[in-house]
């Protein structure tokens, strides 16, 4: 029989239709075809992009020129304009309706020179620079008082981002706000009312309960847990978390690099072996800046929120319920997907 299953840190609902019964077998995805154009990530290419922001790379190497192993540019069609120095008008009003100037700023971060790989084929240490490079873009987004928030996200596969996006060189973007999304505020808002009820962190009563019950786990380290989410609104989700509470991705200790880059690969190789290099999103869940001149500052951020990050794969497609009523379904229940990664390979 389907149930209903609600989700304690954004509110959502997700139907578990585990009377469908679908297989990994089941699940099929289409593949991105061999580009034809040039690819402007490649080493050597480094023309064909923006000029670099940051870079990690090989001693003795120069700036927009090969030798790099991370490179992280400019977007060369941001979503939003960044503002670094310019003027700009906060907000306007046009009777109830709010407008802001698009501001902020959008950066790619280029995690390999090499064409066709990707996080689940790096080895370790190329994923701590990875990771690396991750932490050092949101500090230096911080450091604009102007952003509120940073969104950091990889889109890998065919459906998984926009669709003319078909150059397969692996690749995040980070994209800073001038506004906290309200899905982070909705999040912020439930775990600071669970804490001031219980004066817990959420998330750490969940991987407490998720340790308990096992049902759910992926695989964990001495650092990390990563397990099936309870209420997952699509098939074989993941979410990866640190053991030790800690409220903001960039507060982490470098000593943690190289479990969090084994999880993290992991997590992506068994989604590969299982179902066949499914197409993903990888979202980074982070606490908020929290520059002081803001409004928008919680208080207990610090204890309440804890950060993680989300692999939800791109399976199964919206469709009128869904879009209707904003519950999603899922033919997966998180207790069967997680047995199934459990027991897929590990090994590349």
């Known amino acids: ?52 922001i940051f870079a990690i790379r090989k001693p003795g190497s120069q700036p927009n020129a090969p030798g790099w192993e991370v490179r992280s540019i400019m977007s060369k069609i941001p979503i939003l304009k960044d503002v670094t120095g310019g003027d700009w008008q906060e907000s306007m009003g046009h009777g109830v309706y709010d407008v802001r100037e698009g501001i902020g700023r959008h950066e790619v971060v280029v995690e390999t020179p090499q064409h066709h790989q990707d996080l689940d084929n790096f080895s370790l240490e190329h994923i701590q620079k990875v990771i690396k490079a991750y932490a050092e873009r949101i500090r230096a987004a911080e450091k604009n008082s102007t952003f509120e928030y940073a969104l950091l996200f990889k889109n890998h596969g065919l459906v998984s981002g926009a669709a003319r996006d078909v150059i397969r060189h692996s690749r995040s973007q980070l994209i800073a706000l001038p506004i906290i999304p309200k899905r982070i505020r909705e999040q912020l808002a439930m775990t600071k009312n669970y804490y001031e009820r219980r004066e817990r962190c959420l998330f750490c009563d969940i991987l407490r309960k998720e340790s308990t019950e096992g049902s759910r786990i992926v695989v964990q380290n001495d650092s990390f847990f990563a397990y099936c989410p309870f209420a997952s609104r699509s098939p074989f989700e993941i979410s990866i978390f640190p053991k030790k509470h800690t409220a903001d991705f960039t507060a982490m200790e470098e000593l943690l690099y190289p479990d969090l880059a084994w999880i993290l690969k992991q997590c992506l190789v068994r989604l590969r072996n299982l179902l ?23 208080k207990t951020i610090e204890q ?45």
Do not use: V
């Open 1 to 52: 029989m389907s149930e209903l299953r609600r989700d304690p840190t954004l509110g959502y609902w997700t139907i578990m239709a585990s009377e469908r019964g679908w297989r990994p077998a089941e699940y099929t995805s289409k593949k991105i075809a061999e580009e034809q154009r040039e690819c402007p990530f490649c080493e050597g290419k480094e023309s064909m992009t923006t000029s670099e």
């Open 276 to 298: 066949d290099d499914p197409p993903y999103n990888l979202i980074l869940n982070t606490a908020p800046f929290r520059h002081k001149k803001q409004k928008t500052y919680w």
């Open 304 to 348: 309440d929120y804890h950060w993680s990050w989300q692999i939800t794969p791109r399976l199964t497609m919206n469709a009128g319920f869904e879009w209707g009523t904003g519950i999603h379904i899922n033919p997966t229940p998180p207790e069967e997907a997680a047995a199934l990664l459990r027991e897929a390979s590990g090994d590349e």
